[in-house]
């Protein structure tokens, strides 16, 4: 399954940015699916995602209160609602199955990322 992200962009500290995770023919229903990011010289790190099984979702220390990660089944799409953006968050934000936030629960195919650049 190919997951392709978007919305990314450059924003000031402070700002908002809407992070959209799409796969055509795909169902995320029947798959759990989480964001991850890389930012250059650090490790990938996971940052939220939604455990269907549970009906709950999951966060970061680092992003919990500031991001919302939902789905709309209607439009097969996986959204991350990031405020108060800090420099910190920036990053190559990528979507994955996942059955958690630690690194190696993620699988699958790689998409291409989208760039998240908060400028201080």
């Known amino acids: 399954v190919q997951l392709v992200e978007s919305g990314g962009g450059l924003v000031q500290a402070g700002g908002s940015l809407t992070l959209s995770c799409v796969a055509p023919?795909?169902?995320?229903?029947?798959?759990?699916i989480g964001w991850f990011r890389q930012a250059p010289g650090k490790e990938r790190e996971g940052v939220s995602w939604i455990d269907h099984d549970r009906g709950d979702s999951v966060y970061a220390d680092s992003v919990k209160g500031r991001f919302t990660i939902s789905t709309d089944n209607a439009k097969n799409t996986v959204y991350l609602q990031m405020n108060s953006l800090k420099p910190e968050d920036t990053a190559v934000y990528f979507c994955r199955r996942t059955i958690g936030l630690q690194i190696g629960q993620d699988f699958g195919s790689w998409g291409q990322g989208t760039q998240v650049t908060v400028s201080s």
């Open positions: 023919g795909f169902t995320f229903d029947d798959y759990n």
